[in-house]
Structure formats: structure tokens, C-alpha cells
């Protein structure tokens, strides 16, 4: 079988869902999955994520990778090549692809809060979206709360979505438990993440603890946009917290090891896999009570309401982990079991499952 992947996700500084897939090729890699199919590989330029030694094909079709690139320029290839499947890992998919389409949708954000999203990037969102849904021969969904959001959305046929759960990095050499006073926070700079509230709860910690510190990694993506750099100022935190767009991934895995707490206060999530990765690593994580986060992260987070108290809220959590290791080991005793149901091998073969019933279909 040839298994056409959009692979734009993977160049640059890659986010979520160029992780997930380049975890998902690191997976098949593993599995030996190119003694059975063939990878072909897809991009506007030369992607950086790719795992070393991946026996895939690798077509480079110059452009700037947005919706034209997608529509245009990637159907004319996929006409001249004629896969038997096509997988779009981002949300949105090549409407006019020769072959059946997979299309993994992560989130409907906006759709359920267009208010989060500047009016024509909402819109172009919402209609390639819908439209790749209803496309799709399959659409796989990270959660059992964002299939139901994406069938209420996009009025995707129920029985065209799966869900198939993600993975968790785990750590090369076991988590001490010994983590310093750091508070940390991982992920792309949405309103919806509520940084606003992190930033002033960590400011009243800290008042009191002189050795906390705070680490903020992720793009800004916000709109209109925020400018963190001056909030962390405001309040005084300037040589006490740091603010990055990226790090690579060494940086990252010695962040986790080191933060006793990972805050994580997303109003809505399709699933959320940078807290399970703090998990992974011995931090303890503080996330909003919703119902994503109740079915991914179970009894392992410390979920607080969202209220007019939220701050307050968040603030007692925070302090009560910096300052009892005791807490801290409660919380990560109920994270093993809850670890164990989210591995990259067990999602990379249920992706590829659904490419070959795609296929087959």
C-alpha cells in the first residue's frame, strides 16, 4: 500500500501536530511498517523533525505550505503518484486528493469559540475543516470528548470517526522525585491557555518564596495579541520567570525533570499531551477541571474550577505542591496507571489500521 502524508508539520520549529507525527514515523520506522507499505512523504520545504534513518520518500514541493499549497499543489501530485491513501495529520486535508483521505482532526476550537480566533483565519479554519471532515474517508479524533465535538460541528458521519488516543514522551532514565522549585508551562500562547491567570498566581507565590521560578515555552499565538514579556514585568518577575518560543528537545526533556509543577490551564483542549508529558517526567500538573481533562488525565492532575476564584484556586495548588513533597508523591502514584494507557506504539498502530481500512475501503 502507498501512503501519501502531508508532512509540512514537520519543518520548522515543529508544535503538536508535527510531533505527533513525527512520532507516529518513528513508530511505523520501529515496526518495520516499510516491509509492508511505502512512505511517501510530502512538503513545501525540508523537514526537521524527521526521525533518523526513516525509509520513506521525501517530495519537496516549493511553496509558502498554507491553503493554496494544500489545495493546489499537493492534489496535482498526489494525481501524478496515485497513492492508495492520503493522511493529513493537521486538521484539514487536500479536498480534491486522488485516493481516500484520513484526516486527523485535534480540536474544534473554532468552532466552539470562534470569539479565540481573528474573523478570516476562523472562517478558513471552520470551512476546510468541515469540508475535509465530511471529505474523509475516516477522521480520527484524540479523545472521546473531541469526536463528539467534531461530529456536533462539522455533521461528519459518526460512524467515519475514531478515536485514537496519543502518546506520551517518556523519559530516557527514570524521574528522580527531587525537582526544584519551578513552575512550568509548555505549549503554543492561546487566550483560551489562560496565561493571564498563571502569570498572577505565580506572582503571589513567588512573594513568599524566594527560589521559585517560572519557565513559559511556546509561540504566541494569540489574538489580539498579548505581550507576556511586559505582564511577567509588571508584576515584577523579570529574573524570575523566562519566557521562549522553542526549545529543542534536550532543553525541554531537562525542563521537565526540573519543574516540581506544570500548570496547564486550558479552557478547552481536544486532548492536551504536554501535561501527560510532565507527568511522564515526575511534575505534577494543574489543569482546569473540564471534561477533556478528566478523561485524559484522570485522578493524576490537580484540577481546579474555572470561577471567579480561579486565580486564588490556583495559586493554593501551586504552593501546596512546591512545599509538600509529600503531596507531590500522592499525585504521581496515581500517574503510573493513568501513563499506561497513552503509548506512541499503540497509537502509530491504530493510525495505521485506519489508513489500511481507508485503503481497503
Same mark, same amino acid.
Given at each position: ?10 519543518? *520548522? ?9 513525527? /512520532?507516529?514515523?518513528? /513508530? !511505523? ?8 507499505? &511505502? ?11 524527521? #526521525?533518523?534513518?526513516?525509509?520513506? =520518500?521525501?517530495?519537496?514541493?516549493? *511553496? ?7 489545495? !493546489? ?8 503518484? +496515485? ?28 468552532? @466552539?469559540?470562534?470569539? $479565540? %480566533?481573528? $474573523? ?8 476546510? &475543516?468541515? !469540508? ?26 459518526? @460512524? ?24 512550568? %508551562? ?15 498566581? %505565580? ?20 489574538? #489580539?495579541?498579548?505581550? %507576556? ?16 518560543? !522553542? ?11 526540573? =519543574? ?8 478547552? /483542549? ?20 473540564? @471534561? ?9 492532575? $490537580?484540577?481546579? #474550577?474555572? *470561577?471567579?476564584?480561579? &486565580? ?13 513533597? *509529600?503531596?507531590?508523591? +500522592?499525585?504521581?502514584? /496515581? ?8 503509548? $506512541?506504539?499503540?497509537? @502509530? ?13
Amino acid at each position: 500500500m502507498r501512503i501519501a502524508v502531508d508532512a509540512r508539520e514537520l519543518t *520548522g520549529h515543529p508544535t503538536g501536530v508535527g510531533r505527533y507525527l513525527s /512520532e507516529l514515523l518513528r /513508530e !511505523w520506522q520501529a515496526a518495520g511498517v516499510d516491509r509492508r507499505h &511505502t512512505l511517501q512523504l510530502y512538503a513545501h520545504t525540508t523537514p526537521t523533525l524527521v #526521525p533518523p534513518g526513516l525509509e520513506a =520518500a521525501l517530495r519537496i514541493l516549493p *511553496g509558502r505550505g498554507g491553503t493554496r499549497w494544500e489545495q !493546489w499543489d499537493l492534489p496535482r501530485a498526489l494525481g501524478r503518484e +496515485r497513492p492508495d491513501v492520503v493522511f493529513a495529520p493537521g486538521y484539514t486535508a487536500p479536498l480534491a486528493a486522488p485516493a481516500p483521505t484520513v484526516v486527523a482532526i485535534h480540536d474544534v476550537s473554532f468552532f @466552539a469559540h470562534p470569539e $479565540w %480566533f481573528a $474573523w478570516r483565519e476562523g472562517l478558513r479554519r471552520r470551512l476546510f &475543516t468541515a !469540508w475535509s471532515a465530511r471529505r474523509a474517508r475516516l477522521v480520527l479524533a484524540p479523545s472521546a470528548f473531541s469526536a463528539a465535538e467534531i461530529v456536533r460541528h462539522t455533521a461528519v458521519d459518526t @460512524a467515519r470517526v475514531r478515536v485514537v488516543y496519543l502518546g506520551v514522551r517518556r523519559p530516557a532514565t527514570p524521574a528522580t522525585g527531587h525537582p526544584a522549585p519551578l513552575v512550568l %508551562f509548555v505549549g503554543s500562547l492561546f487566550q483560551r491557555r489562560r496565561l493571564d491567570v498563571l502569570i498572577e498566581a %505565580f506572582a503571589r507565590v513567588a512573594a513568599t518564596r524566594p527560589e521559585a521560578r517560572l519557565e513559559i515555552v511556546g509561540a504566541n499565538r494569540t489574538t #489580539p495579541r498579548v505581550d %507576556f514579556a511586559a505582564a511577567l514585568a509588571a508584576r515584577g518577575l523579570g529574573d524570575r520567570a523566562q519566557l521562549r518560543d !522553542w526549545v529543542d528537545d534536550a532543553t525541554l526533556d531537562s525542563l521537565y525533570r526540573e =519543574a516540581a509543577v506544570f500548570v496547564f490551564l486550558s479552557r478547552y /483542549e481536544g486532548f492536551g499531551f504536554t501535561p501527560l508529558e510532565a507527568m511522564a517526567h515526575g511534575a505534577v500538573p494543574i489543569v482546569l477541571d473540564t @471534561a477533556v481533562a478528566r478523561e485524559i488525565y484522570g485522578a493524576a492532575a $490537580w484540577r481546579v #474550577p474555572e *470561577g471567579p476564584a480561579l &486565580t486564588a484556586d490556583v495559586a493554593a495548588a501551586m504552593a501546596a505542591l512546591l512545599d509538600d513533597a *509529600g503531596q507531590r508523591a +500522592r499525585y504521581r502514584a /496515581e500517574a503510573a496507571p493513568v501513563l499506561e494507557s497513552y503509548r $506512541w506504539a499503540d497509537t @502509530a498502530r491504530r493510525v495505521l489500521g485506519c489508513l489500511e481500512e481507508a485503503a481497503g475501503a
